[in-house]
């Protein structure tokens, strides 16, 4: 290989870098940089596989079982691989790109007429199935492994006590001349009857739902009734009555079994009855529902999308689901921003140092653009400033440091 570079590049000086050369140049930078990163991102991730398994062994118990620990890590070991790839990206491209310069080669192609440019966009080229491979895994993998992960760490290990999951509601009640104690109405005799405060611990897209309580309160907020639910199962839809001329409305509409009711009178006393059943009734579907029930971190970016467009429509927003929409979407930029970086401590003020101080300084901005990228999310969910320029700036500013250092030495 040494030797067929450097025919390549005398070839490409005598001929000042033909097409032909230039592709076999070209090739051999791309296969070192693509396998310098491969080995550093499987590097990052196993590493990161074995704390995980360390940390595990502190929650052993008789329910927590070894086997149930290993699932779990298998589990959540693509959200390992796709945090890992910016950082991985960066370490590799130093990698390769600095065993080249050890050798002279750089050098050789620099002289040879190749500019530091090209050597750069033959790098970036590589990157970029990393960029592909974040976003499948993104899209198409990380909301079932991610559930799956919760399942075991739900079932195994109470983790509910520090953690808040679910979708929590607060809805208007109406009683109505019916007595339908349960339900919305839209009809015109419907009287003020205080408000439910609603809890669903989990949904999946099928319209089936997990654990429910519900807390009605009267006008004056005095606690009147609570009910839990082991689970429920999506049973269809009845359109709202509505006297204008607007698009029909539904209410859709979930049938709750092992039911637990509790009724407290005015005089303080409580007493408990067990049901088999009871119905629950929500203005919207169980799309909707099984978006609102789960973390922004565990759903795909089209998933994202539409709950930022169902959360529009109801007139509000989640900034935390809009700030894992645009972390994960402009992923690739924050790759591609890196791996700029990386070159320019190549070519840059660095050039003269050893492979093994580029390495050290290679993880320690890779560790620090991923503590940026986690500041920047505080600041806007603290602040409500727009996540998209909050998620933009530290891979703006990478990226310009990067283009910067490689003038400097132009």
């Known amino acids: 290989m040494r030797s067929l570079f450097s025919n390549s590049a005398a070839n490409a000086n005598k001929s000042n870098g033909s097409s032909s050369n230039l592709k076999v140049l ?7 940089a693509l396998l310098a990163i491969i080995a550093a ?14 940390s595990e ?12 620990a290993l699932k779990y ?7 390992f691989l796709e945090q890992f790839i910016p950082t991985g990206a960066l370490l590799g491209a130093v990698v390769g790109l600095g065993l080249l310069a050890n050798k002279s080669e750089l050098v050789v192609m620099r002289a040879s007429g190749v500019s530091v440019y090209r050597i750069v966009s033959w790098v970036l080229q ?26 075991i760490n739900n079932t195994d290990r109470d ?3 520090t953690t808040v999951r679910g979708y929590w509601t607060v809805q208007p009640r109406f009683a109505t001349s019916d007595s339908s104690e349960d339900r919305n109405s839209d009809t015109t005799d419907a009287q003020p009857d205080g408000s439910d405060i609603l809890y669903i611990d989990y949904a999946d897209a099928k319209g089936n739902i997990g654990e429910v309580k519900r807390w009605h309160l009267d006008n004056n907020g ?11 199962k999506y049973i269809g839809r009845k359109p709202i009555d509505s006297n204008s001329d607007s698009a029909k ?20 006393e409580a007493s408990q009855a067990k049901s088999p059943s009871d119905t629950l009734s929500l203005p919207f579907a169980p799309e909707s529902v099984y978006l609102l029930t789960r973390e922004a971190e565990d759903l795909s970016l089209t998933q994202l999308y539409e709950h930022k467009q169902f959360m529009r429509g109801q007139g509000q927003r989640s900034l935390n689901h809009e700030l894992a929409f645009w972390q994960k979407l402009l992923s690739p930029l924050s790759i591609l921003s890196l791996v700029i970086v990386a070159c320019s401590f190549v070519f840059g003020s660095l050039r003269t140092h050893s492979l093994g101080l580029r390495i050290v300084v290679a993880l320690l901005f890779g560790l620090l653009f991923s503590y940026l990228q986690d500041l920047v999310g505080f600041v806007s969910l603290a602040t409500g400033f727009s996540p998209l320029l909050m998620v933009l700036s530290p891979i703006i500013a990478s990226a310009l440091l990067g283009l910067y250092l490689l003038k400097r030495q132009m």
């Open 159 to 161: 983790v509910s006590i």
């Open 26 to 32: 070209s090739r051999y930078v791309k296969l070192n």
């Open 222 to 232: 005095n606690l009147q009734t609570a009910i839990r639910a082991e689970d429920g």
């Open 57 to 68: 062994l502190d929650s052993l118990d008789d329910s927590y079982t070894m086997a149930e």
């Open 41 to 54: 991102i499987i590097g990052l991730w196993a590493l990161q596989l074995v704390f995980s398994y360390l």
């Open 73 to 79: 890590i298998l589990y959540r070991s693509p959200y």
């Open 249 to 268: 409305k539904y209410n859709y509409e979930w049938q709750l079994n092992n039911m637990t009711k509790l009724n407290i009178s005015q005089g303080f």
């Open 126 to 151: 590589p990157a970029l199935l990393f960029v592909l491979l974040a976003l499948m895994i993104n899209q198409f993998i990380l909301p079932t492994s991610n559930q799956l992960a919760h399942e």
